[in-house]
Nanobody, 122 residues
Framework: QVQLVESGGGKVQAGGSLRLSCAASGNIYDIRDMTWYRQAPRMQRELVASITNGGRTTYADSVKGRFTISRDNPKNTMYLQMNSLKPEETAVYYC????????????????WGQGTQVTVSS
C-alpha cells in the first residue's frame, strides 16, 4: 500500500507565491516519474509539471518561468514552487507518482494523492 499526501495549499493574492509538497509513504521500493496536475472548477485535469527519477523536468507552457518542480528522493517527496500566481490558476492540485513496491519491482503502479486546494484572489 502506497499513499501520497499533498500539503502547502491555501489562499494567496494574485502575484503571490506558494510551495506545495507531496510526500509518498508505504511499501515503496522505487519511485519513477512524479507529476503535478491541477483541476479548476468545470475544467479538465491538466498536467502542470513532471520530474523524472533522474531530475529531468517538464512544464506546461503556461507555467514556464514561474513554477519550479523538484524532488528529494531520500525523503520520497516532491515539491512545486509557484510564483507570480494568477487567479485562473485557482484549482485543486494533485500529486501523481509511478511507484514500484518490494513485491512488484521492476513493475510499477500509478498512485494519486487526494489533492490540495490553491485559491488565488484578484
Amino acid at each position: 500500500q502506497v499513499q501520497l499526501v499533498e500539503s502547502g495549499g491555501g489562499k494567496v493574492q494574485a502575484g503571490g507565491s506558494l510551495r506545495l509538497s507531496c510526500a509518498a509513504s508505504g511499501n515503496i521500493y522505487d519511485i519513477r516519474d512524479m507529476t503535478w496536475y491541477r483541476q479548476a472548477p468545470r475544467m479538465q485535469r491538466e498536467l502542470v509539471a513532471s520530474i523524472t527519477n533522474g531530475g529531468r523536468t517538464t512544464y506546461a507552457d503556461s507555467v514556464k518561468g514561474r513554477f519550479t518542480i523538484s524532488r528529494d528522493n531520500p525523503k520520497n517527496t516532491m515539491y512545486l514552487q509557484m510564483n507570480s500566481l494568477k487567479p485562473e490558476e485557482t484549482a485543486v492540485y494533485y500529486c501523481k507518482a509511478d511507484v514500484s513496491t518490494r513485491r512488484s519491482w521492476p513493475g510499477r503502479d500509478t498512485y494519486w494523492g487526494q489533492g490540495t486546494q490553491v485559491t488565488v484572489s484578484s
